[in-house]
Every structure is written in structure tokens, then in C-alpha cells.
């Protein structure tokens, strides 16, 4: 009953007009975000942290995490009216849901993403508020040696499991290891990789190297001809009314795809898309199943609703548990997560246990915030989701013409320095070269942000041991996290060596396997 | 973060075009960048002046880690690219998308088989270095708009004027927002003396 009385008090910090403001701006923004493809939640808290500085770190992460939920509860809107994903968490949504709309059930798919996003979120953020006790004990037993397993996982997680290639998922994972490493030496005080450019000292600043990489080298991939395709026509849409029969079915459906998106939540895997291909994936071979016993028939191809209400559930309940990986264990599990992460190191905050305690109001004004967004967000996308793809009407010049301005604005704001623009140029062509060739980005943010952890706790627990390796396998914590990502890397190569050699045996297939 | 699954179509190359060895294969150039990136690296770690008294895994240490990682993984982007070049058709997923209701799972987001269209890019690159030496000379308002109105125009803006009225108007709500309302230092450049 702790943590209900901690929440309460949470609640009465969120309430206040000041942060509902900041929370209602922030679920705006990431609504917008969400719904406008090419933008994700990650450029949008970029772009907004060097303008935040000025304001108090309550008001800034409530507004960040609410980006970060309206992202999650956006991106199914043109998804599902126009067929292109706000997000790349809404692919899976995009499958049924345009397919339930071309029949004319455009306002059932969007209240069923909209309730289900909101599900996965409010389920998931209840289960970070009040495991959040055992999820502190886990993490005071963490020492240099775990935190150093804790750091490994994630970088192999983001860069060798999620990514499509796992070499380019590792060369994102090198870049950003040695964008973390310019810098003086903390440790040490040696000078390392400046080139003798006193303004290298400090390190590369974070805003220059998001701002530059997400949203700078967005808008070249853009201007080269490769994102964006223009959609089809809006479609008409009536009241969102769900009827018995389809919440009957939905209402498995939202819980099953929360269950997915609960775990992946906390594993460092770069975003949501896989728990909501997972989920996407159950229903179909459940309806599959269902049809063979003589049940409902199959729906799947022509607008299943359940297609679209176990995805969504799944990508906003990863948000939950996210937010509680970062805040409990200061472990960034998506590109948003790093950069919020970056943001508490920037207010002189470390994410951890310890920020429960030294800073225990900000983080429960922060979940309170979490619920009253996921209620602010129902209430703007169940009625105006419509209203919300209208943003798709921009002209396409004037959105990224706007993006790229405000990028230099933040960039020069945040540093007041012509050696940040010139370096947000630099790594925006490399932000633009990743893209072109499918490098993913979150392993990079990842290794920026976590790079120093890891090189601190390893040098720490080498010193501790006296420079034996043996050190780092030495408690249960850490062998456990080794042993999974030992048998995740196992099931991973095996998984894309079946699939490659399906793809191999028929080229063409009709409907190619699904991959579970 | 982009999320163009339905682009494939319209990138595919026209196979009968007699292709280099190089076509698909200019992704070399990044596993040579990861290379050349790491013997930066490794010489400038075995250079690194290391202050005397320092505990045994040294500020040396890590940098060595990483620049033997990053040489391997270059080295195996080199040989993968080698092997398998992007757009060779059935290799390359993009090329099967049909409107986003194929492959789910494999929906990639990069679509490396398409070609880039430079114009635009070096647009917005040249509107950039532009803003980049105006800003100070010149102050923010011109200079922000100047940069705004060469993104518009290298993204296919073709009405010049209300482009130009659109970019002014941007920037200057911008420095209204941002320097009265916030308080962000913005330099004024020529036109400080009026506002």
C-alpha cells in the first residue's frame, strides 16, 4: 500500500494545472508526431530537449512521456484510414485495420486501436507503479559487474536480435560507441579523440547528435526521394461505435496483445514492433484455428478485428514497462527511452534506484502523469481520430522544411555554438547514410547513452578484482543475463537461418511464413 | 523511424540495364568508413597520452575493445556486401512489398534498392552550410527563413513567393516565440538594431 500512497501524492503533483498543461501539450505533440509518418516520438523529445532546459524537470519529463504515449496511441490513425504507419509500431495495425476501413469499418478499427492502445497503456503503467518496489530491490543489488551485463545486453539486444542484418544492427552499435568515447576520460582525465579541439573536451552533445541523426538526417532521406510515398484518399468515417459482437471479440484480443507487449517492454529491443508483430501474428493463427474447429470463420486478409486490437494493446504496453526500466533500473529500452535518459543525466539525475528515493516526487508525479495522459489521449483520438489524419493535408516541403529549421534553432539554442551546427550537419549526413542503407538508429542512441555506463562499470569491476576476469561472471545476476543473451542470440540465428532458407526454397511464395 | 513500407514498388531497378559490379554494391563504402573509422581509432587510442598514475584498465582499455569490434564488423559488412549485393531481385525484400499487406513481418525499413535523387539532398545540405555562415553575420530571422525556404524548395515548393512569405513568417514567429517568450539567446545580426 505504499506505492498507492506514494501514487496519491503523485497525483496531487500531476493534477496541478501547471503539469496538466505540460502533460496535455506533450500528448498533442505526440499524437501529431504519431499520426504524421516519418516522424516518431524519438525526433519530437529531441527536438524538445533543448528547449525544455528552462523548465523544471517535473513539468519536462511529464511532457516528454506524454510524447512518448501519444506516439504509441497516433501512429494506428493514418494507419489504419490511409495504410501508412504513423510509427513503425503501426505496420501490424496497418494490415487489418486499412482492410477494415476499405469495408467501410474505418470507425470500429479506429475506436479499437484507440481502447486498445489505451488498455495496453493503463495496464502496463499500473503494473510498473506498484511492482515498482521489487523492481528497486532488483536493481540495489546491481554492482559494477551486473551493471556492465546489464549494458551488454541491451547493446546486443538493440543491434544483433531486433535489426534486420545483424552486421549493420553492430556497425550502429560501433558508431555509437565511439561518439560516446570523444571526450576527456572521467576516470582518468586523459584526453581522448578531441584532435586537440578544446570544444571536443565535453564530448559530443547529446541534442546535436539526435536532433542530427533523427530528425536532420530524416529530412535528407526524404528530400533523396526514399520516404513518403504520397497516400491514398481520406476515408469518410462515422461514430466510433463499437457493437457487442465485436467487443466480444476485441476484448480477448486487447488483453492477449498486452501480455505481449508487457515483457518487451523491458527488453532494451529498440521499440515496439516486435511484440506487435507477435501479437498480430497469435491472433491470426488463433482465428485460423478457431475457423478449422468450426467457429467464427476467419477474417484475417479482410479486415479482422482482431488484427488490429492485439497490436495496438501490445505497442502502448511497452510503454509502461519501459518507462519503468528506464526509471528503475536506468536502462533505455527504445530511441525515446535513451533520450529521456540523457535528459535526467542532463538535470544532474541518474535513473536507478536511488532517484526513487532522492527524487521520489518527480517520479510519482511522472506515473501519475502517465495515467492522466493515457485518459487525456482516449478522450482526443476515440472522437477525433479523423480530425487527427487531416494532418496528413500539410504540404510535405513545409512540414520538413519546418523540421529542419527548428532542428538548427535547438541545436544553436542548446549550445550557442557554430562547431553544433557544424557537427549536427556532419552527423546528419551520417544519419542520412544509415538510413539509405538500413542501418537502424536506436542501437547508436543506445551506445551514446549507455557507452559510458558500460566502460565505468567494467573498469570499475576490473579494478575491484584487481584486473580478473573472472570478476564480471561472478554473481547470479550477471550469469543469468548472459545466459539470455547467449539463448536469445542461439534462437535468434536459428530463427533466420530457417527463414532464409524458406525464402531460398520459394522465392515467390504467395503468402510468405509467418515468423513467430 | 521511417516507416515507408509501401516505396518498394516504384524502386525497383529495370533488370535489362547491363549493371556494373559495383551496382548494389555501394554499401562498400560504409563498411570502408566502419574500417577506416577504426584504425582512426586504434591509432589515435595507441597515441592517447595517458596521465602517469593512472589504476590498471586505463582509459586505453575500452577504446582497444571497441576499435577490435568495429574492424571485424567492417570487415564482415565488407564480405556480406561482397556476397550478396542489395537489389540482385528475390534477395531484397522491398522489391516484393505490394501495399504494406505482404511480408509483415519483414517489413524493412530501408528501401537501399531505390535510387537517390541528389538534387534535393545537396539542396538541403547547401541550405544548411549556408545557414550555418549567414546565422551570426546575419541574425536568425533572415538567415532561419533563408533555410526554410531552401528546404521548401529542394522538397518540390514551386510557388516562390508564398513559400518566401511562409519561411518569413516561420521564422519570425520563431524568434517571437522562442527569444521573448522563453528567453533563448538567438543572435540578431543586421536587423537587431530595429527589434
Redesign the interface.
Known amino acids: 500500500m505504499d506505492a498507492l500512497n506514494h501514487l496519491m501524492t503523485g497525483f496531487a503533483h500531476a493534477l496541478s494545472p501547471e503539469n496538466l498543461l505540460w502533460a496535455l501539450l506533450g500528448v498533442l505533440l505526440g499524437t501529431a508526431v504519431g499520426v504524421l509518418?516519418?516522424l516518431?516520438s524519438?525526433?519530437a523529445v529531441a527536438l524538445l530537449l533543448p528547449?525544455t532546459f528552462?523548465l523544471d524537470p517535473t513539468a519536462a519529463f511529464i511532457m516528454f512521456a506524454a510524447v512518448y504515449y501519444g506516439g504509441l496511441f497516433g501512429d494506428s490513425t493514418a494507419a489504419i484510414l490511409m495504410?501508412?504507419?504513423?510509427?513503425?509500431s503501426?505496420?501490424?495495425t496497418?494490415?487489418e485495420g486499412?482492410?477494415m476501413a476499405r469495408r467501410g469499418r474505418a470507425p470500429q478499427a479506429l475506436a479499437t486501436s484507440a481502447i486498445g492502445a489505451f488498455i495496453g497503456a493503463i495496464l502496463s503503467t499500473t503494473l510498473v507503479a506498484f511492482f515498482s518496489p521489487a523492481i528497486i530491490d532488483l536493481a540495489l543489488q546491481f554492482g559494477p559487474a551486473e551493471y556492465f551485463a546489464l549494458a551488454v545486453f541491451a547493446f546486443l539486444a538493440t543491434s544483433a536480435v531486433v535489426s534486420?542484418?545483424m552486421?549493420?544492427g553492430?556497425?550502429a552499435l560501433?558508431?555509437g560507441?565511439?561518439i560516446s568515447?570523444v571526450g576527456i576520460?572521467g576516470?582518468?582525465?586523459?584526453?581522448?579523440?578531441t584532435f586537440g579541439m578544446p570544444q571536443l573536451f565535453e564530448g559530443f552533445s547529446i541534442v546535436t547528435i539526435t536532433v542530427a541523426l533523427?530528425a536532420?538526417g530524416?529530412?535528407?532521406?526524404?528530400?533523396?526521394?526514399?520516404?513518403?510515398?504520397e497516400?491514398g484518399a481520406l476515408r469518410r468515417s462515422g461514430t466510433p461505435w463499437l457493437g457487442r459482437k465485436d467487443l466480444r471479440r476485441t476484448l480477448p484480443a486487447w488483453m492477449r496483445g498486452t501480455l505481449f507487449g508487457l515483457p518487451f517492454g523491458v527488453i532494451p529491443s529498440g521499440g515496439s514492433?516486435i511484440p506487435t508483430?507477435l501479437a498480430?501474428?497469435t491472433e491470426r493463427k488463433l482465428a485460423r484455428r478457431r475457423a478449422a474447429r468450426g467457429g467464427a470463420p476467419d477474417e484475417f486478409?479482410n479486415g479482422a478485428i482482431e488484427g488490429v486490437a492485439a497490436p495496438e494493446a501490445a505497442g502502448s504496453a511497452t510503454a509502461g514497462t519501459a518507462m519503468g526500466a528506464l526509471l528503475g533500473l536506468g536502462l533505455p529500452t527504445s530511441?525515446t527511452a535513451a533520450i529521456m535518459l540523457a535528459a535526467f543525466q542532463q538535470y544532474g539525475m541518474q535513473p536507478g534506484p536511488l532517484l526513487f528515493e532522492r527524487n521520489g516526487d518527480l517520479v510519482w508525479a511522472l506515473l501519475a502523469s502517465l495515467f492522466i495522459g493515457s485518459v487525456m489521449l482516449l478522450v482526443l483520438n476515440l472522437p477525433f481520430a479523423p480530425l487527427w489524419a487531416r494532418l496528413l493535408l500539410i504540404?510535405?516541403?513545409?512540414l520538413?522544411?519546418?523540421i529542419?529549421?527548428?532542428s538548427?534553432?535547438g541545436v544553436?539554442?542548446a549550445a550557442?555554438a557554430?562547431a553544433d551546427?557544424?557537427l549536427?550537419?556532419l552527423l546528419?549526413?551520417l544519419g542520412?547514410?544509415m538510413?539509405?542503407?538500413?542501418?537502424p538508429?536506436a542501437p547508436v542512441l543506445i551506445a551514446v547513452i549507455l557507452g559510458p555506463v558500460?566502460?565505468t562499470e567494467?573498469?570499475r569491476a576490473?579494478?575491484v578484482g584487481?584486473?580478473d576476469v573472472a570478476v564480471l561472471f561472478d554473481s547470479g545476476i550477471s550469469l543469468a543475463l548472459y545466459a539470455l543473451i547467449v539463448i536469445v542470440l542461439g534462437v535468434v540465428t536459428v530463427n533466420r537461418a530457417r527463414a532464409a532458407r524458406a525464402a531460398r526454397a520459394q522465392?515467390?511464395a504467395p503468402?510468405?511464413a509467418?515468423?513467430v | 523511424?521511417?516507416?515507408?513500407?509501401?516505396?518498394g514498388a516504384?524502386s525497383a531497378p529495370a533488370p535489362t540495364r547491363e549493371r556494373s559490379w559495383w551496382s548494389g554494391r555501394s554499401?562498400l563504402f560504409?563498411a570502408a568508413l566502419?574500417i577506416a573509422?577504426?584504425a582512426v581509432?586504434g591509432v589515435?587510442t595507441a597515441l592517447?597520452?595517458?596521465?602517469p598514475g593512472?589504476?590498471?584498465?586505463?582509459?586505453r582499455?575500452?577504446?582497444t575493445i571497441?576499435t577490435v569490434?568495429?574492424a571485424g564488423?567492417?570487415v564482415?559488412?565488407a564480405v556480406?556486401v561482397i556476397r550478396r549485393p542489395a537489389d540482385r531481385p528475390?534477395l531484397d525484400e522491398t522489391a516484393?512489398a505490394d501495399?504494406?499487406?505482404?511480408?509483415?513481418?519483414?517489413?524493412?525499413?530501408?528501401?537501399?534498392g531505390?535510387?537517390?535523387?541528389?538534387r534535393?539532398?545537396l539542396?538541403?545540405?547547401g541550405?544548411?552550410?549556408v545557414?550555418?555562415l549567414l546565422?551570426?553575420p546575419v541574425g536568425?530571422l533572415l538567415s532561419?527563413a533563408l533555410?526554410?525556404?531552401?528546404?521548401?524548395?529542394?522538397?518540390?515548393?514551386r510557388r516562390p513567393l508564398l513559400?518566401a512569405t511562409?519561411?518569413l513568417v516561420?521564422?519570425s514567429f520563431?524568434q517571437l516565440a522562442?527569444v521573448a517568450g522563453?528567453?533563448?539567446?538567438?543572435p540578431a545580426g543586421i536587423l537587431g538594431g530595429i527589434f
Not at chain 1, 218 to 229: C, D, S
Not at chain 2, 1 to 7: A, G, L, N, V
Open positions: 509518418p516519418g516518431g524519438s525526433m528547449i528552462q495504410n501508412t504507419p504513423g510509427q513503425s503501426a505496420i501490424a496497418a494490415i486499412y482492410q534486420q542484418s552486421v549493420r553492430l556497425v560501433c558508431i560507441l565511439v568515447l576520460d576516470i582518468s582525465g586523459a584526453e581522448r579523440f533523427l536532420i530524416e529530412v535528407l532521406h526524404v528530400a533523396g526521394g526514399h520516404g513518403g510515398t497516400s514492433e508483430f498480430y501474428g486478409g530511441a504540404p510535405k516541403p513545409y520538413y522544411a519546418g529542419t529549421t527548428f538548427a534553432l544553436y539554442a550557442s557554430m551546427l557544424w549536427m550537419l546528419g549526413l542520412f547514410m538510413r539509405r542503407y538500413g542501418i538508429l558500460a566502460e567494467l573498469r576490473l579494478a584487481q584486473g522465392v515467390s503468402h510468405p509467418e515468423k | 523511424m521511417s516507416t515507408e513500407t509501401t516505396t516504384t554499401e560504409v566502419v573509422i577504426a581509432l589515435q592517447m597520452d595517458v596521465p593512472t589504476a590498471s584498465p586505463g582509459p582499455f575500452f577504446p571497441v569490434i568495429m564488423v567492417g564482415a559488412l556480406q528475390g516484393a501495399a504494406g499487406d505482404s511480408a509483415p513481418a519483414e517489413a524493412r525499413t530501408d528501401d537501399s531505390g535510387r537517390t535523387q541528389w534535393p539532398v539542396t538541403v545540405i541550405s544548411l552550410v545557414f550555418i546565422l551570426q536568425w532561419g533555410l526554410f525556404f531552401g528546404v521548401v524548395h529542394a522538397m518540390g515548393g513559400d511562409v519561411a516561420f521564422s520563431v522562442f522563453l528567453g533563448l539567446n538567438l
